[in-house]
C-alpha cells in the first residue's frame, strides 16, 4: 500500500516515530510506514463509505 503519485501524505515516518517516541512507544521507520499505509487506507475507505452511503441513501430499500 505505498502512497501513488497523486497521493500527497502529511506524516512522515519519521515523524511518526518521533510522536510515537514522545508518547511511550518505540517502534522503527519501516513499523510507522506500516502503520501510516493502514492508517490511510482506512481513512480513505471512511471517506468513500460514508460518501456511498450518502450517494445512495435515494434509493430505496425493497423490503421497506
Do not use: C, W
Not at 512522515?12 to 490511510?40: C, R
Amino acid at each position: 500500500m505505498k502512497a501513488g503519485l497523486s497521493e500527497k501524505r502529511n506524516i512522515t515516518p519519521q515523524q511518526a516515530v518521533k510522536i510515537l517516541e514522545q508518547n511511550g512507544l518505540k517502534i522503527s521507520e519501516k513499523e510507522a510506514e506500516e502503520i501510516l499505509d493502514f492508517l490511510y487506507f482506512l481513512g480513505k475507505l471512511t471517506v468513500n463509505q460514508y460518501f456511498n452511503k450518502d450517494k445512495n441513501s435515494n434509493l430505496k430499500h425493497p423490503l421497506l
